[in-house]
């Protein structure tokens, strides 16, 4: 369960400029395929056509044989996790903020989605610009504490799929490390689709698909993309 296929997937957002020109990838159920590419490939727009944002132009999307164009919303958002590049944190404590992926989660599972996070400590404290009535102060949590709530966030859903979108270029190598460690955990045995700018950060995964300009480039393994330069 959790298998992504595109076929030959073709898509522009205006008529005269295609985007994506015959894009063909699977992601076989629990392993890890990564698109890199400069900026303007075209790897977010795979992310929003998986998502349904908008239908390819050509070719098809399928999850475990079945074309997206014939599934609902309802039934793609819980096939489907994404971890967002920038995370919002509500006026609620971190461990409702955990909750927000899953409203009738147990105490105890949002615990461990927040122990997988390493955010667990933070659990009981309000985020920065919501204080208590009685005077505390909400915590400042830094970039990648942040993205890590939306990591437990989205382990508590408990999506098969997990879309990881560009989810650490926002934050600086020390914290990247750190997130990087988090989302391997969290993507282990999970089918798993990473759109990163940097080969360096998808070191792991199964197959690496550079994207140039809405094409494949290349595709392969970390080892394999290296000896072909
Ligand atoms: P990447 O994620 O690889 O940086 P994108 O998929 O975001 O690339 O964008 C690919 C190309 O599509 C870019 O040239 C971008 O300017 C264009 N583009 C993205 N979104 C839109 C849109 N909503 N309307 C028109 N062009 C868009
Ligand atoms: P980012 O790369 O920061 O995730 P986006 O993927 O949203 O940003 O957009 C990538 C590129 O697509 C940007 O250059 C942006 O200007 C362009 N773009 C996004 N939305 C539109 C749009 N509706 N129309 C035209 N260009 C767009």
């Not at 996070?117 to 404290?125: H, T, V």
């Not at 989302?183 to 360096?200: K, Q």
């Amino acid at each position: 369960r959790g298998t992504v296929a595109f076929e030959d997937v073709c898509f522009s957002y205006v008529p005269e400029r295609p985007i994506l020109k015959g894009v063909s990838f699977s992601v076989p159920a629990g392993k890890t395929v990564a698109i890199v590419g400069p900026s303007g490939a075209g790897k977010s727009t795979i992310s929003r056509l998986l998502f349904r944002f908008y239908e390819p132009s050509g070719g098809r999307i399928l999850i475990d044989g079945q074309d997206i164009a014939e599934v609902t919303q309802d039934s793609l958002r819980a096939a489907i996790g994404m971890v967002p590049q920038d995370t919002v944190l509500f006026n609620d404590i971190i461990g409702y903020n955990i909750r927000y992926g899953r409203w009738n989660a147990t105490d105890e599972e949002v615990a461990e989605a927040a122990r997988l996070a390493q955010i667990d400590r933070f659990i009981l404290s309000l985020p920065e610009g919501y204080d208590t009535p009685v005077g505390e102060r909400g915590l400042k949590l830094s970039g990648g504490e942040k993205q890590r709530v939306a990591i437990a966030r989205t382990i508590l859903k408990g999506p098969p799929i997990l879309v990881l979108d560009e989810a650490t270029s926002a934050l600086d190598s020390f914290t990247e490390r750190e997130i990087q460690d988090a989302l391997d955990r969290v993507s282990r045995g999970r089918t798993t689709l990473v759109i990163a700018h940097r080969l360096s950060t998808v070191v792991g995964a199964d197959e690496i698909i550079v994207l140039d300009r809405g094409v494949i480039a290349e595709r392969g393994t970390h080892v394999e993309l290296l000896a072909q330069r």
